[in-house]
T-cell receptor, first 111, second 113 residues
Framework: QKEVEQNSGPLSVPEGAIASLNCTYS??????FFWYRQYSGKSPELIMS????GDKEDGRFTAQLNKASQYVSLLIRDSQPSDSATYLC???????????FGSGTRLSIRP | GAGVSQSPSNKVTEKGKDVELRCDPI?????LYWYRQRLGQGLEFLIY????????KSGLPSDRFSAERTGESVSTLTIQRTQQEDSAVYLC???????????FGPGTRLTVT
């Protein structure tokens, strides 16, 4: 099992709909989780951090964490074409003292 | 404030030459990371610095790759005797400490001809 796993996509969502991106992780000791957005040809940009079980909202973005199920998700409401990008999930591994990145989910918002 | 900067932004080199890539982290960030990203692929961890020491070099692909950090600030990644498979974008990131949010620089695109 990969340490941080994401569906590679592409995930195609109509403009205005909710995009749901999912991530699972294997280290039960992980305490914090991060979502990055990477546009084609650009470097990853941090968009959300979440540390506690439940939901965290920031504008159109909601991160959801379920530690019991080792699952973290990112919801994007009112999807816009500018949201088309690859979204990377990341989780720290305390045993390795480093953050592990998933391989990313490619999201395409169709007008 | 200033983010992570990297130089050069693009580097084209001939096979067999040595290259040096530079990273300037965000001021005050003690942790610094180097990643490699090949076209269409995910992030490949190379090395991590805490201060000036590198507790984790596990991702360096061969002994042609080395990195150092001085003054708990600037880091350089050196690739000796470059090969075509070294062609990629090399990304640097910094953070306030272990396991904290990382902030990425714009990357250096390396092309080995």
């Amino acid at each position: 099992q990969k340490e941080v796993e994401q569906n590679s996509g592409p995930l195609s969502v109509p403009e205005g709909a909710i995009a749901s991106l999912n991530c699972t992780y294997s280290d039960r000791g992980s305490q914090s989780f991060f979502w990055y957005r990477q546009y084609s040809g650009k470097s990853p940009e941090l968009i959300m951090s979440i540390y506690s079980n439940g939901d965290k909202e920031d504008g159109r973005f909601t991160a959801q964490l379920n530690k019991a199920s080792q699952y973290v998700s990112l919801l994007i409401r009112d999807s816009q074409p500018s949201d088309s990008a690859t979204y990377l999930c990341a989780a720290p591994y305390s045993s390795a003292s480093k953050i592990i990145f998933g391989s990313g989910t490619r999201l395409s918002i169709r007008p | 404030g200033a983010g992570v900067s990297q130089s050069p932004s693009n580097k084209v080199t001939e096979k067999g030459k040595d290259v040096e890539l530079r990273c300037d982290p965000i001021s005050g960030h003690t942790a610094l990371y180097w990643y490699r990203q090949r076209l269409g692929q995910g992030l490949e961890f190379l090395i991590y610095f805490q201060g000036n020491s590198a507790p984790d070099k596990s991702g360096l692909p061969s002994d042609r790759f080395s990195a150092e950090r001085t003054g708990e600030s600037v880091s350089t990644l050196t690739i000796q005797r470059t090969q075509q498979e070294d062609s990629a974008v090399y990304l640097c990131a910094s953070s306030l400490g272990d396991l904290r949010e990382q902030y990425f620089g714009p990357g250096t695109r390396l092309t080995v001809t």
